[in-house]
């Protein structure tokens, strides 16, 4: 069956630096790809998403590249901010149903 | 705008109580969906519903119950409540293309923090 697979966290960094959270996933057909993000006390926002190989999601300076040959949709930042400091969440559409990864929690320090 | 709610945010009951978690959403979306979140597993997936008295069971629907009266709403009821159902549920939609999912991002409402004692 369909699964995503993140990185554990916490990530923790320091302001500037470059992020990095892994996702990997397994799935049958070609599912669409998505980044959410959760601020506390908060649901989950789209962050970004990617419906096809090679395509490249972003969105508030984050980005993530859809890479059938790898099956994986890693998501990057240049330079973190106190404000990225959050949960992570990778999920892929199937053909009826979402499948959420995890979580990563992010922790940036100024 | 368009929006999700969900009511109350905040809910402690005792094992055995009947509880229903309320979800409305303003977008038109045929598409509703009950999770809840857990540390270490991520969302997992209650029941969903494609459309108005549509509805279908998640991975983790035991003890759990849905209707679907209307597009706007999704209740989500625990019909004898236990301390493993102490969560954070959340209600999300998306909107329907054509026969199926397409393409569709979810959209996620605040959550609401439930705890059996």
């Known amino acids: 069956g369909n699964s995503v697979t993140q990185m554990e966290g916490p990530v923790t960094l320091s302001e500037e630096a470059f992020l990095t959270i892994n996702c990997t996933y397994t799935a049958t057909g070609y599912p669409s790809l998505f980044w959410y993000v959760q601020y506390p006390g908060e649901g989950l926002q789209l962050l970004l998403k990617?419906?096809?190989?090679?395509d490249k999601g972003s969105n508030k300076g984050f980005e993530a590249t859809y890479r059938k040959e790898t099956t994986s949709f890693h998501l990057e930042k240049g330079s973190v901010q106190v404000s990225d400091s959050a949960v992570y969440f990778c999920a892929l559409k199937g053909t009826y149903k979402y499948i959420f990864g995890t979580g990563t929690r992010l922790k940036v320090l100024a | 705008d368009a929006e999700i709610t969900q009511s109350p945010r905040h809910k402690i009951t005792e094992t055995g109580r009947q509880v229903t978690l309320a979800c409305h959403q303003t977008w038109n979306h045929n598409n509703m969906f009950w999770y809840r979140q857990d540390l270490g597993h991520g969302l997992r997936l209650i029941h969903y519903?494609?459309?108005?008295?549509?509805?279908n069971k998640g991975e983790v629907s035991d003890g759990y119950s849905v209707s679907r009266s209307n597009t706007e709403d999704l209740p989500l009821t625990l019909e004898s409540a236990a301390s493993s159902q102490t969560s954070v549920y959340f209600c999300?939609?998306?909107?329907?293309?054509?026969?199926?999912?397409?393409?569709?991002?979810?959209?996620f409402g605040p959550g609401t923090r439930l705890t059996v004692l």
């Open positions: 519903s494609y459309g108005v008295q549509d509805t």
């Open positions: 999300a939609s998306s909107e329907q293309h054509g026969g199926g999912l397409v393409r569709y991002e979810q959209f």
């Open positions: 990617a419906t096809k190989a090679d």
